[in-house]
């Protein structure tokens, strides 16, 4: 038999993105829908202004049994590493060792508008890794960083497990390659194409061999999804999705490049053309007028729960080992579910 035919197609595990938007009472039906569906996480992220995740987070880890109850992300700028600490040790005890902790520098610009310095972005991150690590393995840290320090800061209580999984997000040359020397796994944002996985993946293997260090164990990445019968209907949807996920990133990128070469990599979209979609949209035309399907090809998976599992195998030929995945709308319960089925039917096929 040849290589070609015992070749394995790597679906990734799926997962259900949480967030501040929606209530804690909605993602606690969120989650027990996705425990349900027999997918493997729910993952909340924490944006500044919108609602803390804790509270849900909470509530989601009491509610369900299985599923992994992931943070990311939590930045050290609003939010001290002391602090993390203390909050995902907690939360892991509460989850029965379900916990895992992504960390990330954060938005600028909403840093800013806190009131606080965005200095040093990777320092920061760095200094939280060394910090957390530290207290959750029953150390007192006397620890000074570059932007960060713990003097004889203690965790009063023992956490369940002192290894918890710490990710960090990470999307430009440099921080990939810090997250290789010092993480247990990468995440990748929304808006970020399979190949730009693939170059990440890369990227974090050869710091960490350079570090002498194995590679971080895991990659999970944010896409968002429409699993609905009507393939047509399903890509229309998705672009509703991208439209203001096209805006925001492409005017991150303003600030921080690597925002805009994660979106050009692989996307088969030009700068050109993003700039005249961000422009239309930012106008006011609906986002089914302003993206073309190549925008849900890139940046999102849709169509029926089969066309989306075919979809999601790219992520995991590049590496991706979790794809978590964003439902909108009140049909989100019964996408989770044929989602979770249509996968099912897969692993049962072999």
Known sequence: MSDAETHVVPLPR???????????????ELARATEAAGLAAVWFA?????????????????????????IGVFNPFNRHPTLIAMEIGALDE????????????????????????????????????AIVRAMLRGETPEYSGRVFSADGAALGFKPPRPQIPIFMAARGDRSLALCGRIADGLMISNMCTPAFSARARDIVTEAARAAGRPPPGEIVQYVPCVARPDRAEAF???????????IGFWSLGG????????????????????????????????????????YVEAFAIAGTADDCLAQAVAYGESGVGELVLTFTGAGAIGEIANLGAAAARMAAAG
């Open 14 to 28: 799926l997962g259900v993105r949480l967030h501040g938007g929606l209530s804690a009472a909605r993602c606690v």
């Open 46 to 70: 924490e944006n500044p202004f919108g609602r803390g995740v804790l509270p849900a987070a909470a509530a989601c880890a009491v509610a369900t049994e299985r599923v992994r109850i992931g």
């Open 94 to 129: 509460l989850a029965d060792g379900r916990a895992a902790l992504g960390v990330g520098s954060g938005i600028g610009t909403a840093v800013e508008r806190m009131g606080l310095k965005y200095n040093r972005p990777l320092g920061a991150v760095a200094d939280t890794v």
């Open 236 to 246: 229309e949807a998705a672009k509703e999705m991208l439209g203001e996920m096209v």
């Open 255 to 294: 600030r921080f490049p690597a925002a805009r070469a994660a979106m050009l990599q692989g996307s088969g979209i030009d700068a050109p053309e993003f700039e005249a979609a961000v422009e239309q949209l930012t106008a006011g035309t609906p986002p089914t007028e302003a993206l073309d399907d190549r």
